[in-house]
């Protein structure tokens, strides 16, 4: 299996800019997180690599071939989106149709995932709950066994135990296919002990695309007096910076080479990814 | 998350950890099988090159070795490198942190010693 | 382009949702009006079905024979109702194209599965409908509808074309503009079925100057069909409602490039 690429990617709308030329290069066989504020541009990335929607400017390939309109492409790419909850089609017609146009659909994982989620199959997807729709997403995802999987936010709306039981579901089918994930979310920290690599969307642009773990060992919190923090982290790349009194903190990203002295006078302390998140695409006072 | 982990530290090394951990207290022996990649990556939902990563610390210290198509085993005198690896870094991990503690309350290093001498808790 | 993929669509998945439709709608709605006639005629003296009659124009020799008079009442009622049924399906795109979309067809996939989906639709909802007429011919030895299938099979088609005309140009997937079409939609198929009813009264009367021409053998000769001399309206709107199903088709191809998969989802 081939890698995607994205070459030069923009979206623009008549006023509006999504993304800006964003470059990326999504290697298989990995679990990778998506994370973004509201708007940012996840479902509109996720939507171009899939030819959900085309880009306004750039290209992207499945290896050597672009992916739009070539249905040798398309075969090895399932997105699966929130539903609209509108949608008056049943749930068992929908699966129907996604076996059909599914090329490596698997109907008895389908029938295994729909039993473990406890699925009503002969309702409409407008009278299921949130949970129940993400339910949906979640087993046209995995059922369709397709090489690079999106999803969109695939527990929105799911309690702590269904949570739970997509993310051993989601370990489960990656360790035994190797499939390539890339899942969009906004419950961070919860998920991010699934992703291989994790990538972040901010002002039009992926500002970060790194192993999770390597990222989150170069994330360091410092707090302390104002002046000691200053010179402790001169020179780094900081990040809301907060100052109460004389008294101040900072999120810091370390390069290679840099770290953080050690000193009575400083506190430091592991970043969570959602509080590296924060940091660094929260609004800055 | 898993319950079981910390957002303190790396995951991977909270997994060697753990491992380790468990042969220290014989909840695995030596020359018995550990956990595999995936069975640990299922038990505290993390991503399997993750717990991979954590296995291969101990790999690569001696502590596992590896039987072809059968899985991960405990080494022989594996307890004893554990024990005399955590010996080497016990300044570092936990001295370090007291002494810097004990300084920025004025506790010089004999008064230390005197309180870990006398006192009678453990 | 994969041809089963299309073959799977239409067939499989469209058809048999269609045949349920089309139970229920083409031949439970015929054979409900062609009872209600029979009733009405036998029972009622006809009081309420002359209004049928009226519009329909039977000839004299026809008006006697009920039985003939039922089946080209269910020929003529499964026509228009195949036209409600073309462009119900037409307007459900969302589920006939965006779907297909969102499950990683191609544009030109799912917008060719769409159209064939139609086709085949049609031509069932005909074929029931040009049997009744047939049978009504052999009855009666003759039946409008049968004798000049070719002009009203392009009127159908002229129906869906313009409709498939506007859908094209608003397939951006604007939901104000997909109401504004809806509304045009309606009245143009409102407007053309009164035009239909009233030409249909004035062809058996065959009194309407407006509608002579000589130019008219030209196309008699063309079609290959007997075309009476009113009909040269229904000829022109019948070659109209091809060109126009081709350029509404030719256009939707061209702006599908532009279609993304929103309308399904939130």
């Given at each position: 299996m081939e890698s995607i690429f994205c070459k030069n990617v923009s979206k623009k709308y008549k006023k509006k800019i999504v993304l800006e030329d964003v470059n990326l290069e999504l290697e298989p066989g990995k679990i990778y997180g998506l994370i973004g504020r509201n708007g940012a541009g996840k479902t509109t990335l996720l939507s171009m690599i899939a030819a959900h929607a085309p880009v306004t400017e750039g290209l992207i390939c499945l290896g050597e071939e672009e992916i739009w309109e070539n249905p040798n492409a398309l075969e090895h790419i399932c997105f699966s989106r929130q539903l609209n909850p509108s949608m008056i089609m049943v749930v068992k017609d929908y699966f129907k149709l996604a076996s059909m146009y599914y090329p490596h659909w698997d109907e008895n994982y389908a029938k295994q995932l729909i039993e473990k989620f406890e699925l009503e199959t002969s309702k409409p997807v407008s009278k299921l709950s949130k949970g129940m729709q993400s339910m949906v997403t979640i087993v046209a995802a995995l059922a369709s066994k397709a090489d690079y999987t999106f999803m969109d936010e695939p527990v929105s709306g799911l309690d702590v135990i269904s949570r739970d039981l997509f993310y051993k579901l989601l370990i489960d089918e990656y360790a035994e296919t190797g499939r390539t994930f890339v899942i969009s979310t906004h419950i961070i920290d919860e998920a991010s002990d699934i992703f291989e690599e994790v990538i972040v969307l901010n002002q039009n642009q992926i500002v970060i695309k790194e192993n999770t773990q390597e990222l989150l060992e170069r994330a360091v919190f410092v707090s302390g007096k104002a002046e000691e923090v200053d010179k402790a982290v001169k020179g780094m790349n900081c990040y809301h910076a907060e100052t109460i009194g004389r008294s101040k903190s900072v999120t810091v990203l370390l390069e290679e080479g840099q770290r953080i002295e050690d000193s009575s006078e400083l506190t430091t302390r592991a970043v969570t990814l959602q509080n590296l998140f924060v940091a660094l695409c929260g609004k800055e006072d | 998350m898993s319950q079981f982990l910390s957002q303190e530290k790396s995951i991977y090394l909270q997994i060697s950890e753990m491992i380790e951990n468990d042969i220290l207290?014989?909840?695995?022996?030596?020359?018995?099988?550990?956990?595999?990649?995936?069975?640990?990556?299922?038990?505290?939902?993390?991503?399997?090159?993750?717990?991979?990563?954590?296995?291969?610390?101990?790999?690569?210290?001696?502590?596992?070795?590896?039987?072809?198509?059968?899985?991960?085993?405990?080494?022989?005198?594996?307890?004893?490198?554990?024990?005399?690896?955590?010996?080497?870094?016990?300044?570092?991990?936990?001295?370090?942190?007291?002494?810097?503690?004990?300084?920025?309350?004025?506790?010089?290093?004999?008064?230390?010693?005197?309180m870990i001498l006398e006192n009678e808790d453990c | 382009m994969n041809g089963k993929k299309i073959r799977t669509y239409t067939l499989n998945y469209w058809l048999k949702s269609f045949i349920k439709k089309a139970i229920w709608m083409v031949l439970f709605s015929t054979y409900l009006i062609m009872a209600f006639y029979c009733i009405d005629s036998l029972l009622g003296e006809g009081k309420a079905m002359s209004f049928f009659r009226d519009i329909l124009v039977l000839g004299e020799s026809e008006k006697n024979v009920l039985l003939n008079e039922v089946l080209i009442l269910g020929s003529w009622w499964g026509y228009y109702i195949s036209a409600i049924l073309g462009v119900t399906y037409m307007l459900n795109y969302r589920s006939m194209v965006m779907l297909p979309l969102s499950m990683g067809s191609t544009r030109r996939e799912a917008y060719v599965g769409y159209e064939l989906a139609i086709v085949v639709i049609l031509f069932l909802t005909n074929l029931h409908s040009l049997i009744l007429a047939f049978i009504s011919k052999e009855i009666a030895g003759e039946s409008v509808l049968f004798n000049h299938y070719p002009v009203y099979i392009a009127i159908l088609i002229s129906f869906i074309g313009v409709a498939k005309l506007l859908f094209s140009i608003q397939f951006e997937n604007s939901s104000k503009t997909g109401n504004l079409v809806k509304v045009i939609l309606g009245c143009y198929i409102f407007g053309a079925a009164i035009g239909i009813f009233a030409h249909h009264v004035f062809l058996v009367a065959g009194e309407n100057e407006m509608m002579d021409g000589e130019w008219l053998n030209v196309l008699v000769d063309f079609l290959g069909v007997e075309i009476k001399p009113g009909e040269w309206l229904y000829a022109l709107v019948a070659v109209l409602g091809v060109l126009t199903w081709v350029i509404g088709g030719k256009i939707t191809l061209k702006k599908s490039k532009n279609i993304e998969v929103v309308m399904l989802f939130s």
């Open positions: - | 207290r014989d909840i695995i022996l030596e020359e018995e099988r550990v956990p595999s990649t995936n069975e640990m990556a299922k038990l505290y939902s993390i991503n399997p090159a993750t717990a991979a990563k954590g296995i291969n610390i101990l790999v690569d210290e001696g502590i596992v070795y590896k039987k072809r198509g059968i899985g991960m085993f405990v080494s022989t005198g594996a307890k004893e490198t554990i024990k005399k690896r955590r010996k080497a870094e016990f300044y570092d991990h936990y001295i370090r942190s007291i002494i810097k503690e004990a300084e920025s309350l004025e506790i010089s290093k004999e008064e230390l010693v005197t | -």
